[in-house]
């Protein structure tokens, strides 16, 4: 673990008394030039500025035991995603009313609960597994019950333009006259119900098919898995980039208070004459800048704000803030062969696309299937009542005997076969649909091999940032301790006029650059190994149960799950 640099040897944390740190300084050459005497007003900003150090130093450099005591629970519940399909209404519904701190594991379990990328992976599971079902579904028979009923009513003329005279005797009840008529009106009203029953005994299709969906549905899981490493990564780089910019505008602003001291102390001069307009003009250029920085700080404050309280998905009228102390994670425990290694190995991105292609092959042999024949048995059986009346009959010579006034009908039907099915010709439309298939999953696998070297391509690229970031964390709190040191002797010379406030400006000035270089180096570690531990944090391939992010590698097991509370965050999942 990188160590904060060694304050040199004499050299304390305290304030030193002016006379010591003159005794133990040579005295240079023009230390007897005549100096302004020293401003109060000055005196007491290096005093300010002095205290405000103290509590830069326990957020840039906290103590390894310092933890930020939070009701976890009670900000789960403040910080409950809005509904789905909400949006605001009024202005007033987008105005911040409350401020939230959180820490970085409340943040991640916030992230598990309300990130809507995770929520959709997680029905997204759902739909495949239940698309699974519904295909494994297919080895059973289909039985189905058809119900029918319904009336008609039908009125018809009939007129007999040459009779049967001659066939039938003139007493019989089938003789129909020439021009004989009738007038008929018959109401029907009949009802139905059938049994069917049609199970696949060979079908080559149906196996293929089931292949494909549970291929799917692996697919599924790997990216639902995946999504939960990039949720811990895209968090833990928002929540970093938020107390990078909280400390930036932090040590900004009592930069801009002593800059305003120190262009106060030199305008008074000026108007006594004791220094040219140049000293003034340098001061006020000085001042202006640093009111530029700081207004840059306080405008990238307010963004990573709102990008935190943005990426949790929390109420429109709460905007997050980031702890004070930026804890600096352990130096990366392993090599970059074995980073590589264990990143390639078991990673859901690659496992997905995995999954995916062999989805797409399944197709293929679904497809292909379609043109083997398959055998199926059909069976039914129905059961049937009709209802016939006639309630006008007018006969005028015709068909006295083919009317009944009133005729109940029953019936009842059963059917058993098999049903072969062979596709034989289709003009090639099957094998252009496996070929297209088949292209796809060497599409696939094309993206695997892109996606395994930027994988390679990130994990390198992040180990060098993380060797490179602790190398500057060596040097910018060595750089630090050093520009502390300068500080006090400074203010120490300044308070007994063997120095003008040129030099506390040029102090200030390198102490400020010091103390952002930790910031920002103690930042690209933390970022940098969230990188890392991106592509190597063990997730579960299915939602449903408990979801542990831990912040750190653990390597006191094989799968790394373990986590401890101070360094883990984690969430029960919804069962979908």
Known sequence: MVQAASVPAGLSRDWAAPDRLLSQSPRLPGENRRLPPPSAGLLRSLDALQRDLVRLEDTLMPAEDATASQDETQVLEELTAPPALALPQTAASLTIRRRVRLSLPTALAVALRNDPELAAEVRTTAERRDLANAARGRWWPELGVELGGGLTGQRSYNAAWQGNAGVYAADSPFLVNTDGWNLLQTNTGFGAA?????????????????????????????????????????????????????????????????????????????????????????????????????????????????????????????????????????????????????????????????????????????????????????????????????????????????????????????????????????????????????????????????????????????????????????????????????????????????????????????????????????????????????ELLPVPAQPGGPVSLPLVLDMGSAGGTAATPESAASTPQPQP
Not at 206 to 221: C, F, H
Not at 257 to 275: I, M, P
Request: glycine share 4%; with cysteine.
């Open 194 to 534: 059938g049994l069917t029953l049609r199970w696949d005994l060979i079908s080559p299709e149906r196996g293929a098919a089931i292949a494909e969906a549970d291929q799917e549905l692996k697919a599924a899981g790997q990216r639902y898995g995946n999504r939960l490493r990039q949720l811990q990564l895209s968090t833990s780089e928002a929540y970093y980039g938020l107390q990078l910019a909280d400390q930036l505008q932090r040590i900004r602003a009592a930069v801009v208070e002593r800059d305003t001291a120190v262009r106060d102390q030199v305008s008074a001069l000026r108007k006594t004459g004791l220094v040219p307009r140049l000293d003034l003009l340098r001061a006020e250029a000085n001042l202006q800048q640093s009111r530029y920085r700081l207004s840059q700080a306080e405008a990238l404050q307010r963004s990573r704000q709102r990008q935190l309280s943005n990426r949790l998905n929390v109420p429109f009228d709460i905007t997050l803030t980031a702890s004070a102390a930026a804890v600096l994670q352990p130096p990366w425990p392993l090599d970059l062969e074995q980073t590589l290694l264990r990143g390639l190995q078991a990673n859901p991105q690659l496992q997905a696309l995995q999954a995916a292609r062999e989805a797409l092959l399944r197709q293929a042999d679904r497809r292909a299937a379609q043109l083997l024949p398959t055998l199926r048995l059909v069976a039914g059986a129905g059961y049937g009542e009709t209802v016939t009346s006639k309630p006008l009959i007018q006969l005028e010579g015709c068909c006295a005997a083919t009317n009944i006034r009133q005729l109940y009908n029953q019936s009842a039907d059963w059917a058993a076969g098999l049903q072969l099915h062979w596709r034989l010709f289709d003009g090639g439309v099957t094998a252009a649909e496996v070929a297209a298939s088949r292209s796809a999953a060497g599409r696939t696998a094309e993206s695997l091999a892109r996606e395994r070297n930027a994988i390679r391509q990130r994990l390198e690229a992040a180990f060098f940032d993380h060797r490179a970031a602790l190398e500057q964390i060596v040097a910018a709190r060595a750089s630090y301790a050093a520009a502390r040191e300068a500080f006090r002797d400074v203010r120490a010379r300044y308070q007994l006029g063997l120095s003008d406030y040129s030099d506390v400006a040029d102090t200030i000035s390198t102490l400020t650059t010091a103390m952002e270089g930790v910031a920002e180096a103690t930042t690209l570690a933390n970022v940098s190994y969230a990188q890392l531990l991106r």
